[in-house]
């Protein structure tokens, strides 16, 4: 899943599609690379970010899913109506970053729409989750999160097939928390579902590589963590640079196989 924000402030990419045709191009460039979607925001989840109001939302990401007609897109929001506006205009699935916990409608909508959705795991909200995270037991809370989330939206009506879960990298974890998260990934693989891990530039991947103060990591150090929850069940990368996970998670399923073709 190649990344591509409609934003002025997302942490390692804001500001960086200047025009909604900057943006489609960025995105057919990820697909071509070998992504299989590509996931449009147009709000910022960083650490400390400010929500945009709704149609601010949708100004920022209807023109760039008009230009990416045809093209297997997902929607990374948390609201009902952008979701709605996102699917009329052929996104294929939801990302929602707060696991229907912003609005709950929103299952509705993908359900009615017949498309898949991403449920992950988030403690707080953007503005404050930073400030002092406190888990018992950081995966298990996940996990726990995760399963009640995903009953609800089955309930709501959306096929458990079309679910995919994400236990929330750097939403309101420290960066052990964070580690800890992707070394024991099996008990939310347990779940049943796709699991979904975006670790890409990630501040916590720079922390490993060069110490306290470093905010986006490189992309070295975000194919190390891909590979790294690859080899505990991850099955699907939210990433920005595409060719070079593409081309890491290839050999690391190949390893896994045992054979070169798939
Ligand atoms: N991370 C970000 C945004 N959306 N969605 C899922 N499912 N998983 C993630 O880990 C995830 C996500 C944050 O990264 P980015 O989009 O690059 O930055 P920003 O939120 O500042 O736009």
Do not use: W
Not at 106 to 117: H, I, Q, S, Y
Not at 179 to 192: M, P, Q, T
């Amino acid at each position: 899943m190649g990344v591509v924000n409609v934003t002025p402030d997302s942490f390692s990419d804001g500001g960086l599609h200047g025009t909604p045709a900057d943006a489609a191009a960025a995105a057919r460039r990820m697909l071509a690379d070998g992504a299989a979607l590509v996931d449009v925001g147009g709000e910022s989840t960083r650490p400390g970010a400010q929500p945009v109001t709704e149609v601010e939302e949708l100004r920022r990401i209807v023109p760039v899913l008009e230009l990416l007609a045809g093209a297997p897109v997902s929607i990374d929001t948390s609201r009902a109506e952008v979701a709605r506006r996102a699917l009329a205009l052929g996104a294929i699935m939801v990302n929602d970053v707060t696991g229907l916990a912003r609005e709950p409608d929103l299952a509705g909508v993908v359900a009615d729409a017949g498309a898949d959705l991403c449920l992950m795991h988030m403690q707080g909200e953007p503005r404050t989750m930073q400030l002092a995270p406190r888990y018992e037991d950081v995966v298990s809370e996940v996990a726990s999160f995760l399963e009640a989330r995903l009953a609800l939206a089955v309930a709501a009506g959306v096929p458990e097939e079309r679910i995919c879960l994400d236990p929330g990298i750097g939403f309101g974890k420290t960066p052990g928390q964070n580690l800890e998260l992707v070394r024991r990934l099996d008990r939310i693989v347990a779940i049943g579902r796709p699991v979904l891990v975006g670790l890409s530039r990630k501040s916590t991947l720079a922390r490993v590589v060069e110490g306290r103060d470093a905010r986006v990591a490189t992309d070295a150090a975000s194919v190390g963590g891909a590979v790294a929850a690859f080899d505990r069940g991850a099955t699907l990368f939210r990433v920005h640079d595409v060719r070079s996970h593409v081309e890491a998670l290839a050999v690391a399923a190949a390893v896994e196989r045992g054979t070169v073709a798939p």
